[in-house]
Each structure stands twice: as C-alpha cells, then as structure tokens.
C-alpha cells in the first residue's frame, strides 16, 4: 500500500498531503506560507522543491490554526509544535538478514520505555537487551509510543500516531534499538491503539470531523472507519510500524471498541490482509495480536501464515484474572466474575483459553461474553500473572510481589512459563521487582483537573484508606517511582532471577520444540487444590501438569507418567505450593 498521509521525500524535495474536507483553506508553513491545492475529493496537497530531511513544518488552517500533521513521523517539540520530516531509507540497518522468528517461540517482556531505566530512552533499553537474552525472553513487547501531550505517559492517550514520542529519542534512536534486538535474536512488539485518539493535541474534529462518530469509548469518540480515508489511516500507520521500524508485530489495543462495521469487512480484517501482503512480499514473520474483552475466538488462527484477516493471538485476560483472585483473595470490579469459581476457571484456561466462552458474565452488563476456544491451539493465547493495566490500574500501582505469598507466586511462575500457551512477563517480574507501576501522565489546566477527580472518584476507597498515599497522576515523582532499580537486587530478587532463567531454559529446551501442532487435552482442579492437567504436543507426546496450589500436603494416589522435566519426583504426597511437570507418550 502507497502511503496516502503524511510528509513524503521525493527526488526533487518533499510531497506534503492532509486530509481537511472541512477546511476551505490549508497552508503548509515552513519558513513562510505556502497554499497547498485542494482536491475534490478533501485532500489538500503541496510539492516543495528543495527540501530535504529536517524540515520543520505545520498546517495553517483556514488563516485560523496552526495544527501539526496527523501522520507526522516525529514531533521534536512535542504535539504542539512542528513536525519533522523524516528520512525513513537512510537508517543503516545491520540485522539485513532478519525475518523474525516463528510465533511459538514467543516468550514476552513487555516493558514501558520511560521506567524500564533510569534514562527512560531508546538508546538505555539497548544496555539491557543482553539481560533479557540471558533469562529467556526472546520478545520484547513495547507500551505505545505514538506521540502524546507531555513527557511523561503510559503512551495509550496518543495524539500523532506516526510520531513515536520525542521523550524518549529520535526515530533512529528507536531503530537502532530494534536493529540491536534483532541482532541478539530479539523480536520486538509494539502496542496500538486504534480506537481513540488523546484528549490532548488531537485537532482533527477541527478540519476532518468525519474522523469520528457520535458514539463514544470509555477514552472519548469513536473513530469512524466507514469513511475510507479514516481507515487508510490506521491501515498506512500499521505498515508504517512495521515496514519503517521493522518492529515484527503489534498488539492492538482494547480491539472491542474499535468500530465494526455490520456486514463489512471490519478494519481487524483489512489490517490484517495488509499485514500479510507485507510479510509476503519480505519473507518475514509478522505476528497480530488482539487485546480483546469480547473473547471473540473466531478472529484468531495462529496458524495463518502470513497474516489473512486473522490474529495471531489474544491477551488472556481470563487467566490473569482467575491467578489474581487464587492468589490475592480481592474480589472487586472484574474480578467479582471469577470469585468462588477459580478452580474450575483455571482448569478451564488451562483446558480451551478463555473462561467466558459464552456464558453470561456480570461485569459485562449480565450479557454473554466470548465464544468457545478450545478448538484452537494453546499457543493462541497470550497468558500472564501482571501486565502494565492489572497493575497501573490498581489505586497504588502495586506488583503482585505485595500482596501475594512468594511461595505461591513462584508456583503460579512455573505453570505460566512452561505450559504451552504464549508467556508474558512485566518489566522487573522477572526477579519479582516491587517496584510500583502507578498511572501517570503530564497534563495541564482542566484536563489535570479532571484526571484527578476521576481517580478520587474511581478509587475513592483508596482515598480513604491510603490518604496521600495514593499516588497523584501528574506528579513528576509518580513515574519516578516506577522506574526499575537494576544495581540493587535483594538476595532474594536474585534467587527469583534464578527461578525464572531455569524454567525459561527449560521451556527453550523441552516446550519450544514441541509447540508447531500442540493442542488442548484436559484439567481438573479439586478442592483440595490438586491441579491436574495434559496437553498432546507436536511430537505426539503428552504434556502432564500436577501441581499443588494449597499451604497444605496433598496426598498423591494416582500414577503420573512420563519423564520429569520440572520438579523431580512427586512421591506420594505434594509439599504445598509445589509443580511438576513430565514429559510422555
């Protein structure tokens, strides 16, 4: 696909283009005015000769505004100021033989740029590269970067989706990160957000109202991809992803509230199609994944190679959920979906992926949720025990590694890491980090008003309880706080380092392998905590699952079969908090 937006280098100079159908004027300001001509169909479009990379511009609407380019490729000055023109094909990549690896063996690390060290840069996570090779990790999943109103974010509020933020470096900054990646074997993600823009720097209700619906996300308007032109963007900004940053996937964020269309093929479909034609034409692997509360299991086929309407993956949010609850005892908002019920909730993720696979769910309005998934492959599923939500959205944006035995965490560790579906870790969970991963962003005036009343109101109990405590969003201190300490681990954190880099080497060796055809067989949780479970892999053998997730001794009558690949011997009788995993036909 041709790129239709943004600032393009051409021999004789830079081709400006900006979708304005409601503007009856548009100017693209460099050093002085230039009006750009107006086509029929909504574009305006200006040819300067003689310009070159480092550019610097704006938009001037109707002799009113001067707005940044929606499809600016970097924004140096923030979402204020102006646009740079950016020349993608002079990055010298190194990795030039890179094609990505194949989805199964997909271990991830997602990890928020800004606190994953103290420099909070694309140039510091390069120091760190060779840590994340050596515990196993072979994806590194990052928190979106499209630029956002400030220097401080989770990055879901963004405002320029091309431009990946300026507080952590220049584009070739982020290039060189991926290329280093690459180089050690890495694959590297990137979450989007497709379904709403930030509430800060957005202008395009001003000369493109079409963008949007009258309906609403829980974040703000709905974005309207009936329009063509509005779908091309979205489309054009995953390529560009993908194609410039050569980044191997992206995770779409909270897919269920981006805008189907009944009877349509939807904007799922058509990214996906593009992506695949990608992949086709460079002989790379390139991997989608859907966050998506709906469960819905007909959008996903990790088989599907390259990429053809269908998703690799989904975030398990059910998992998380069910472990949360086991381990935690709270049972408020979501969780209330899962209290009472978490052993035959676990048996059933770990039996067919989602727990909700129809069934009414009251959280979600007392309505049914998902379809069924057991028919899919395990590694379908993105499962994980903490991710950047289950953690930033808690009123302290405390770890599990605080409210949670570290006996049982470690347990819950060895399911997640060796069981066949797709693992993921949060940055510092891999040595059991406890340092806090609150909200935080940078806004001003009656937008910081409002963000702050909202969280009093959300987490009004907190308030009450915690006082000051709570962390305040717009504090500079609050991201501060969430910044990995990565010179002073504990003997402890160290001994979990351990943990993690034994099972990881484990699964590299004994579960990868055995991956390419895997599906699901059975599980059962008693009462009394025995968990029980098999998988039939590639290969033919079964994958068997015992586990004790209980403080107290279980007794072990059944015979277990198969060579042991984790946790030796059971005996007869299951210490608590104990797993062991075999290997069989």
Not at 45 to 57: D, K, M, Q, S
Not at 386 to 411: F, T, V
Request: charged share 20%; net charge negative.
């Amino acid at each position: 696909m041709r790129p239709s937006f943004g600032a393009r280098l051409t021999r004789e100079g830079v081709s400006f283009r900006l979708w304005a159908p409601a503007a009856r004027r548009v100017d693209l300001v460099l050093d002085k005015p230039y009006a750009m001509q107006r086509r029929d169909d909504g574009w305006y479009v200006a040819e300067i000769f003689g310009l070159t990379a480092g550019a610097r511009y704006k938009f001037r609407i109707d002799d009113e505004l001067d707005v940044p380019d929606p499809a600016s490729a970097f924004q140096p000055d923030d979402v204020f100021g102006p646009g740079e023109v950016i020349d993608h094909t002079s990055f010298e990549w190194r990795a030039k033989d890179w094609r990505g690896r194949p989805w199964h063996e997909t271990v991830l690390l997602e990890a928020h740029v800004g606190t994953f060290t103290p420099q909070g840069s694309y140039r510091a996570m390069i120091e760190k590269l060779d840590h994340l090779v050596a515990t196993g990790i072979t994806a590194l999943e990052l928190m979106p970067l499209a630029d956002f109103a400030g220097k401080r974010g989770w990055g879901y509020d963004g405002v320029l989706w091309y431009a990946p933020d300026s507080a952590y470096g220049h584009p070739e900054d982020l290039k060189t990160l991926i290329d280093e990646a690459h180089l050690r074997g890495l694959t590297v993600f990137l979450d989007v957000v497709y379904n709403h823009f930030g509430p800060e720097g957005n202008y395009l209700g001003r000369y493109a109202p079409s963008f949007f619906t009258d309906a609403h996300t829980p974040w703000g308007s709905a974005i309207d991809y009936r329009v063509p032109q509005v779908r091309a963007f979205a489309i054009e900004n995953a390529l560009s992803w993908l194609s410039d940053y050569r980044f191997d996937g992206l995770r779409l964020d909270a897919a269920n509230h981006i805008m189907a269309i009944p009877g349509e093929q939807s904007l799922l479909h058509e990214l996906s199609v593009a992506a695949g034609q990608l992949a086709a034409a460079t002989g790379r692997h390139i991997h989608l994944v859907l966050e998506n509360g709906d469960n819905r299991a007909s959008l996903l086929d990790p088989a599907q190679e390259p990429p053809n309407g269908k998703y690799r993956a989904q975030w398990n949010d059910d998992y998380h959920h069910v472990w949360h609850v086991m381990l935690t005892g709270e049972s408020a908002g979501y969780y209330g979906d899962y209290q009472g019920t978490w052993r035959i909730d676990l048996a059933r993720a770990l039996a067919s992926g989602f727990v909700y696979q129809g069934e009414t769910s009251a959280f979600w309005g007392n309505k049914p949720r998902g379809e069924p998934s057991g028919a899919l492959s395990p590694v379908t599923f993105v499962n994980f025990l903490q991710n950047h939500d289950q953690i930033g959205n808690r009123a302290l944006g405390d770890r599990l590694e605080s409210i949670a035995s570290p006996k049982a965490i470690e347990a819950a560790l060895a399911i997640l890491l060796l069981a066949p579906q797709v693992p993921m870790l949060f940055m510092g969970e891999e040595w059991g980090s406890k340092a806090p991963f609150p909200f935080f962003c940078d806004l001003h005036g009656d937008l910081a008003t409002a963000v702050r009343k909202g969280r009093r109101q959300e987490y009004a109990w907190a308030y009450a309880k915690y006082g000051h405590e709570v962390p305040d969003p717009l504090d500079p201190a609050t991201p501060q706080s969430a910044v990995l300490d990565w010179e002073h681990r504990t003997p402890e954190e160290d001994a979990r380092l351990v943990l993690v880099r034994n099972l990881l080497a484990v699964r590299h060796k004994e579960i990868m392998p055995r991956l390419g055809n895997v599906a699901f067989g059975d599980a059962n949780v008693a009462d009394n905590g025995l968990l029980s479970a098999h998988w039939r892999m590639a290969d033919g053998t079964t994958l068997r699952l015992t586990a004790n997730l209980s403080d107290q001794d279980i007794a072990v009558t059944d015979t277990i079969t198969g060579a042991p690949i984790w946790g030796g011997d059971t005996g007869d009788r299951l210490s608590p908090w104990s797993v062991f995993w075999r290997i069989g036909g």
